[in-house]
């Protein structure tokens, strides 16, 4: 990947814990290191194909000063979360803040903190069997889409499939979505389960009838176990109606336990089960 560096862009802002810094305000430093793909704006020598240093100073200045934080680990976050969100082009960023005249009583060049954020790739799977399916999809991934942390990329084909469980039930509309996300898998969680309310899933009967069923299937290449959240999903490889919509837009993704691409997984399935 390649790089673009910005060092130490000189910024008079209000942010400090002491009410005096609010008030009067400090000098600040901000350095950044972004990660993008230059290799159009190389070749094409095209300005459209990358970042205006000029442009993108000013308005680091402006987002910095837009607000007054106690911390700059506060505004540190809020820069390198502006920066991912308006400039497409930017996959990851390290966002350095220092600050020469910290109020600390000790003689020093500066105290400064670094943080490094970037865009990540999720996959989630979607499913309904309440009320009518289609729509009730199309509104998650409009949510999904309103949100600034988060976008779809892609949309699997939708499958009507049998329910698995319970199965005194309708059959499901089941597919899969990429999306890209500034959230941690633990936050990302949260905001599909809030969608999930939003959208009146009611969690009356395990494996039962739902009008919105979002799984996170695989984050990067993270292997996570916990409490509340498992990556990859534990029993993905064992779902054809999650395998095969995700075999519509990741067949080539490998899983990262199992080590086997998503389309051999589903071709694998299928085979157990009989289907050609």
């Known amino acids: 990947m390649d790089v673009m560096y910005i ?11 002491n009410q005096a810094e609010k008030d009067m305000g400090q000098r600040f430093l901000i350095s950044l290191k972004i990660f993008m793909d230059l290799s159009e704006a190389a070749k094409e020598d095209d300005l459209n194909k990358t970042l205006n240093y000029a442009d993108l100073c000013c308005q680091i200045e402006d987002e910095f000063k837009r607000e007054k934080y106690n911390l700059i680990e506060r505004a540190a976050e809020s820069l390198a979360s502006f920066i991912l969100k308006k400039y497409e082009i930017v996959n990851r960023v390290i966002v350095k803040v220092k600050k020469p005249w910290a109020p600390i009583g000790k003689s020093l060049k500066w105290a400064g ?3 490094d954020r970037c865009w990540h790739k999720a996959y989630v799977a979607v499913g309904s069997n309440v009320g009518n399916r289609e729509e009730n999809i199309k509104n998650a ?7 600034a942390c988060n976008k779809v990329i892609k949309i699997s084909r939708l499958y009507n499939t049998k329910p698995v469980g319970y199965l005194d039930q ?5 597919g899969a979505l990429e999306i890209k996300t500034l959230m941690n898998p633990e936050t990302l969680m949260d905001f599909l389960l809030e969608i999930e309310n939003k959208l009146k899933r ?8 739902r009008t919105m069923d ?8 993270l292997i996570l176990s916990q409490e509340r959240i498992v990556v990859p999903h534990p029993r993905m490889q064992e779902r054809l109606f999650v395998l095969k919509p995700l075999s519509d837009i990741a067949p080539f993704v490998v899983h990262p336990i199992l080590k086997v691409r998503i389309v051999d997984l589903m071709n694998k399935l299928q085979k157990k089960d009989g289907i050609q």
């Open 141 to 147: 991934m409009d949510i999904i889409n309103s949100s």
């Open 170 to 174: 309708d059959d499901f509309l089941n």
């Open 7 to 17: 060092k130490d862009l000189e910024v008079y802002a209000y942010h400090g814990v």
């Open 214 to 221: 979002l799984d996170i299937i695989l984050y990067d290449d």
């Open 113 to 115: 903190v670094e943080i």
């Open 202 to 209: 009611k969690r009356t009967i395990k494996w039962g009838p």
